[in-house]
């Protein structure tokens, strides 16, 4: 098998690998791109194990973005979210690993320092060794070991709750969509649950709440507002990694994603993510 071919086999693990360190598919892409740019500049003929070079590069590369990525994100515009991928509702029918992670983890991903992000997710996500591990970060394998450990604690602290079943919350989602559409203030706090919290990324780009807005009655009363201004918007169910989720269109054009966290037939959380350099992995239209 050509270095090639090998590449092209291990692409999908190697963008699931990036993504899940961080939450960006263009910079996954981006730093999956530069791992093959480097791999041609190698001598092919002295990696003995080229699947393991590959992943450890790609991790390498990630990590030195996600690093440089944190200190560009202390000066971003409002709360940062990461970048959604429309997915399969069945996560058995995923295309690729990126389409694996779920949102609930990408959020809570976020909280992590770099290095317990990547000892977590090569290691819980990917079934690296610590071995493997020690490798990408410059580390020995007790140390990545405890990294890994520290993070899990601290999702299992934060992660949500809820499960995800995108069958048994489409009445909920479908009854989100219209109340928010409409700007119906009744029908917002029939489905929201009274400690909801709305979080919205417009990166600066494009208006967007700067700060998460916390109950039921102040995202209501928001959401009434922005639908009372301009055209009305459209809004569509979907899936974003393993999420029920909303298109949200301005005519044909898509003005944002928004993911929904539910639990006993409530909303609990919604991720405003309007940001336009954050829609690429979206591939609805508007049809």
């Not at 440089?68 to 996560?91: K, M, Q």
């Not at 992000?117 to 493997?132: I, K, P, W, Y």
Request: charged fraction near 25%.
């Amino acid at each position: 098998m050509s270095a090639a071919t090998e590449f092209d086999a291990l692409r999908p693990r190697l963008v699931g690998v990036a993504y899940g360190l961080l939450g960006s598919v263009t910079e996954a892409e981006d730093v999956v791109q530069d791992a093959w740019v480097r791999l041609q500049r190698s001598d092919i003929d002295d990696i003995d194990d080229l699947t393991g070079w590959l992943v450890t590069t790609t991790s390498r590369l990630a990590l030195d973005v996600l690093r440089s990525a944190r200190t560009r994100r202390e000066s971003y515009i409002g709360p940062w979210l990461p970048e959604p991928v429309e997915t399969a509702s069945d996560p058995a029918d995923a295309v690729s690993l990126a389409d694996s992670i779920s949102w609930a983890m990408l959020v809570v991903l976020e909280t992590l320092a770099p290095a317990e992000r990547a000892a977590f997710v090569l290691h819980d996500l990917f079934g690296l060794s610590f071995t493997e591990i020690g490798t990408a970060l410059g580390r020995n394998p007790a140390a990545c070991r405890k990294l890994a450990s520290r993070a899990r604690e601290h999702i299992d602290s934060r992660k949500p709750r809820f499960t995800i079943d995108p069958t048994v919350h489409r009445s909920v989602v479908d009854a989100f969509a219209d109340a928010a559409a409409s700007g119906d203030l009744e029908g917002l706090l029939r489905v929201l649950d009274p400690n909801a919290v709305l979080t919205a990324d417009g990166g600066g780009i494009v208006r967007a709440a700067l700060e998460p807005i916390l109950g039921a009655d102040a995202i209501a009363a928001f959401l009434s507002a922005v639908a009372s201004k301009g055209p009305r918007k459209t809004m569509r169910a979907t899936v974003v990694n393993h999420n029920p989720a909303l298109l949200v269109f301005a005519g044909d054009t898509l003005d944002g994603v928004v993911a929904l966290g539910i639990t006993d037939g409530r909303v609990t959380s919604i991720d405003f993510v309007r940001n336009p350099q954050k829609l690429n992995g979206i591939g609805g239209n508007g049809d």
